[in-house]
């Protein structure tokens, strides 16, 4: 009688134990989750702000890129691989950063904003939940789509101007490196990861499965 009275208590014991770490777990991964939060949001505001910046600055002129202090500090509102054709596109005559700067600005937003929300439902101590894969699913979606942006977007913005505006004939360029590719891949990679980690959720919710 005895004996069963210490392995009753050793196991309460275990699952005492076991209990305060999932709870001191659940702190660190809100704790983190606030910061994390706190991060994106500043990089969500100097990044409006540099777009804010270059649509005052586009109001009169034709300007993606802008310098200071003797060209020491250099800032663009496109991605360094377009800079190039954006010169081609300010030399007919047209404004680069509303054609470009837009596309970079938006898809940029959107993976900080699903990011945001992302950590919001972690903060909350929601883990592992429908929604979160949905919010991975929607970053994949975003940097999969921008990746052939970058690819493709120069074609068909030439295309378009030659076939419906009478500026200078624009040549049609398609941009592929590392840096296309490896947006390819990260989209690809954080779709597939929210695929299995949704079909964990079901499967937790459906069984009872302790993740």
């Known amino acids: 009688m005895i004996f069963f009275i210490k392995e009753t208590s050793d196991s309460e014991y275990c699952m005492l134990a076991s209990h305060d770490q999932q709870t001191q777990t659940t702190y660190r991964i809100i704790y983190i989750s606030k910061l994390t939060k706190m991060m994106i949001l500043l990089c969500g505001v100097i990044h409006t702000g540099l777009f804010l910046f270059f649509a005052l600055l586009n109001v009169d002129s034709s300007k993606a890129k802008q310098s200071f202090g003797e060209n020491n500090i250099n800032l663009t509102a496109i991605s360094e691989k377009w800079l190039s054709y954006a010169n081609l596109l300010e030399d007919s005559g047209l404004n680069s950063f509303w054609i470009l700067g837009t596309v970079d600005f ?7 904003f699903f990011m945001f929300r992302l950590f919001g439902l972690y ?43 009478e500026y ?5 360029f398609y941009y592929f ?25 079901l499967m937790k919710a459906e069984q009872g499965l302790v993740i």
């Not at 979606?141 to 690819?151: E, P, Q």
């Not at 200078?168 to 049609?172: A, G, H, S």
């Not at 590719?181 to 949704?198: A, D, E, R, Y």
């Open 168 to 172: 200078q004939k624009l040549e049609i």
């Open 177 to 201: 490196g590392s840096v296309e590719l490896t947006q390819l891949i990260w989209g690809s990679v954080i779709l597939v990861i929210s695929w299995v980690m949704k079909e964990a959720c």
């Open 123 to 165: 903060e909350k101590g929601e883990i592992f939940r429908v929604q979160n894969c949905r919010y991975l699913q929607l970053i994949g979606i975003t940097l999969f789509s921008y990746g052939l942006a970058m690819i493709f977007l120069p074609a068909l913005v030439s295309l378009f101007i030659n076939l419906f505006f």
């Open 106 to 112: 938006v898809a940029q937003i959107l993976v900080l």
